[in-house]
């Protein structure tokens, strides 16, 4: 049964661009949460999918969104990117949420020059 | 707001100790307690999940027990080998929150 997949798993953009991240869950899993990682502040969460709806939200800025495909796939954008914003975004998937087990991807480790 | 502290942030210890890692949160209404390792550059692995009905879980060499009333679990890591290096996290499930807040972690380095 294959994993999380998360592309592309380095990324280097500059300030003020804009930014794709793509997350496939495991097969029948249908919850997809994104995280934010950073030396300084840890795992941070951003939000979560579940049946292509927006479930739950983390404390980040509107420059954060997120959807989810009808085949669970879900793609996270980040737009006008700051220096800050360079970190490792790792996906996570589930059966049905946070009350399961989960499964994380390796991430998409972002550089913002 | 969840608050999760993991104590001790590093440790280095020879290979074949007993190991203790603890882990506190401060709201108590939790759905279960997940513990992951993370390899450097890595994604997480989940270890172990305990149910908030549930005192303890093993997993081979891995056992985790929660005293959820006290806002506290601890991973307890039996005959440690350096494969076992690697930043342990713990992540409670808030009922309030209906997420996982993750620790800061504990970095363990296993030697030879």
């Known amino acids: 049964k294959a994993g999380v997949t998360q592309t592309p798993r380095y990324l280097i953009k500059t300030r003020g661009q804009q930014v794709t991240l793509s997350c496939s869950p495991i097969?029948?899993?249908?919850?997809v949460s994104w995280y934010q990682q950073t030396p300084g502040q840890g795992l941070q969460f951003l939000f979560e999918?579940?049946?292509?709806?927006?479930?739950n939200k983390g404390n980040f800025p509107g420059r954060f969104s997120g959807r989810q495909f009808s085949n669970s796939r879900s793609e996270m954008n980040v737009s006008t990117l700051e220096l800050g914003d360079s970190a490792l975004y790792l996906c996570?998937?589930?059966?049905?949420?946070?009350?399961?087990?989960?499964?994380f991807g390796s991430g998409t480790q972002l550089s913002v020059l | 707001k969840q608050e999760v502290t993991q104590i001790p942030a590093a440790l280095s210890v020879p290979e074949g100790e007993n190991l203790v890692l603890n882990c506190s949160f401060t709201?108590?209404?939790?759905?279960?307690l997940q513990w992951f390792r993370q390899d450097p550059g890595k994604g997480l692995t989940s270890l172990l999940l305990?149910?908030?009905?549930?005192r303890e879980q093993t997993s081979g060499r891995l056992n985790a027990s929660l005293d959820k009333s006290s806002g506290r679990s601890t991973l307890y890591i039996a005959a440690s080998q350096p494969g076992d290096s690697a930043t342990y996290l713990c992540?409670?499930?808030?009922?309030?929150?209906?997420?996982?807040?993750f620790g800061t972690g504990t970095r363990l380095q296993v030697f030879p």
């Open positions: 996570a998937s589930s059966l049905s949420g946070a009350s399961e087990k989960l499964f």
């Open positions: 097969s029948g899993h249908r919850s």
């Open positions: 999918y579940f049946s292509e709806t927006q479930r």
């Open positions: 709201d108590s209404a939790i759905y279960n």
């Open positions: 305990i149910q908030s009905s549930q």
């Open positions: 992540a409670p499930g808030s009922y309030n929150t209906d997420k996982l807040i």
